[in-house]
């Protein structure tokens, strides 16, 4: 089992950075691939960062690309999730995940298998 839990989000203006952090139980995290996805109102869960379970490989999607950074710290058992240059369009509830094997997969919700509650990042114009 694995527990998820974010923080870091909030309310922010076009422009500014935010940092969000994924913490984890249980002793599996530092071998499982993570991932950030993140859902706005009416709209479908979207993928965000994923990062393999060294920390040596990172898949971002072309909104992500250049301005958000996924980084993780398995001695401190956090993911994170660096994001700079906010626009409106990033407003959206962020998720992190941990999933059981690394690949191109790893940009589908479907390859994850633990989930948090949820962190709300909101970017005002």
């Known amino acids: 089992q694995v527990q998820l839990v974010e923080s870091g989000g909030g309310l922010v203006q076009a422009g500014d950075s935010l940092r969000l952090s994924c913490a984890a139980s249980g002793r599996t995290f530092s071998s499982r691939p993570m991932g950030w996805f993140r859902q706005a109102p009416g709209k479908e869960r979207e993928f965000v960062a994923a990062?393999?379970?060294?920390?040596?490989?990172?898949y971002a999607a072309d909104s992500a690309r250049g301005r958000f950074t996924i980084s993780r710290d398995n001695a401190k058992n956090t993911v994170y999730l660096q994001m700079n240059s906010l626009k409106p369009g990033d407003t959206a509830v962020y998720y992190c995940?941990?999933?059981?094997?690394?690949?191109?997969?790893?940009?589908?919700?479907?390859?994850?298998?633990?989930w948090g509650q949820g962190t709300q990042v909101t970017v005002s114009s």
């Open positions: 995940a941990a999933g059981n094997s690394f690949s191109s997969s790893s940009t589908q919700a479907t390859s994850y298998d633990y």
């Open positions: 990062i393999n379970w060294r920390g040596s490989q990172t």
